[in-house]
């Protein structure tokens, strides 16, 4: 009997004893974006949408800096639809006031066709906190070549012939 207590006693000892501890660990993950103070990048690129234009007819197509679109002349049968956006860039400089400079830009189909691009926007641009939007509006001349044609087509700056608008802000 005594090795039967014995035995009971070494078995609840070396229970108490060989107690698991558990723990558990998992790793995370963190990020950061670095700009140059006085940097813009580009957020949304403008897009007019689609431009239905009447055959011999010319007209400007503008887009405002909250995108809403001018289409031409709507009586004479001009429509445009799609999704229309103003560009959009986002300003990293110190807080305060900067001026804000357009280059126009060239819009082409890459077979030669091209349209001239006249980009529109605020004159200056205060930050708060370190950055800020910018929106950019434009106006398109449809259709102003020989005849007042405009091949079909996708046109965009990014196109062979075309050319890309800029915006420099003035730190």
Known sequence: MKH??????????????????LSASADGNASAVIVEQGGIESEVDMDFGVIVKPSGQAAK????????ITCGDA?????????????????????????????????SDGKGNTMSLRV???????????EASLLVGGELDVGSGNGNTQASGTYSTSNA???????????
């Open 4 to 21: 039967y207590i014995f035995l009971g006693v070494f078995s609840l000892l070396a229970m108490g004893l060989s107690k698991t501890v």
């Open 61 to 68: 197509v503008k887009i405002s800096t909250s995108g809403l």
């Open 161 to 171: 012939g075309g050319t890309p608008y800029t915006v420099t802000v003035n730190f």
């Open 120 to 130: 529109e926007g605020v004159s200056s641009i205060t930050l708060a906190n370190g």
């Open 75 to 107: 009586n004479s049968g001009w429509v445009c639809t799609g999704s229309p956006s103003a560009g959009k860039f986002k300003v990293y400089a110190s807080n305060g006031t900067y001026s804000v400079s357009y280059a126009d830009g060239v819009l």
